[in-house]
């Protein structure tokens, strides 16, 4: 079990936003996202809340990966109001296009790769999460997801 302090979440903080003011990071804020938030909104709000469970459950955490795979794991670079694609094949087929954008600017480690192709779970074909920080940004993705499309409407 981990305590944090207010100095850890001040680091977890500036991180954050240090990897957000990203030109690349920065793209996801014109990528429609859950009916009139962004892209870049969702996921730093998955980032925020993963973190916040992770203060709240006292759970010990590679910050860095859960920024970084949290920010990168709806990086798929396409608005899903015009994507050829249906529902459905969007949530089987995103996670792995986010993790081959994301590989293309930033070096990713083992951990962020599966933090981002593991997000879906359970969807069948998604992979486990295998970090306690995929396990989070898993958990926290489903908060805000459903947040967005219910109860901000």
């Known amino acids: 079990m981990k305590t944090y302090t207010s100095s850890d979440v001040t680091k977890f903080q500036n991180d954050l936003q240090e ?11 014109t990528i429609p996202q859950h009916k009139g938030n962004t892209t870049f909104a969702h996921s730093i709000g998955v980032a925020k809340r993963a973190f916040d469970l992770a203060v ?4 010990p955490i590679d910050t860095v990966s859960l ?3 949290a920010v ?6 396409y608005d899903t109001e015009t994507m050829p ?3 459905y094949q969007h949530s089987l087929i995103h996670p792995k296009l986010a993790e ?3 590989e293309k600017y930033f070096i990713l480690s ?3 790769r599966n933090i981002i192709r593991s997000h879906m779970w359970p ?5 486990l999460p295998r970090s306690r920080e995929a396990w989070l940004v898993c958990i926290a993705d489903k908060f805000c997801a459903y947040e967005e499309m219910h109860l901000r409407r």
């Open 19 to 29: 990897f957000a003011s990203h030109p690349k990071i920065q793209i996801l804020k």
């Open 56 to 59: 709240k459950w006292k759970i």
């Open 67 to 69: 920024i970084h795979g």
């Open 72 to 77: 990168l794991h709806d990086f798929y670079l």
């Open 85 to 87: 694609y249906s529902d």
């Open 100 to 102: 081959k954008n994301a």
């Open 110 to 112: 083992k951990k962020e």
């Open 123 to 127: 969807i069948p074909g998604a992979p």
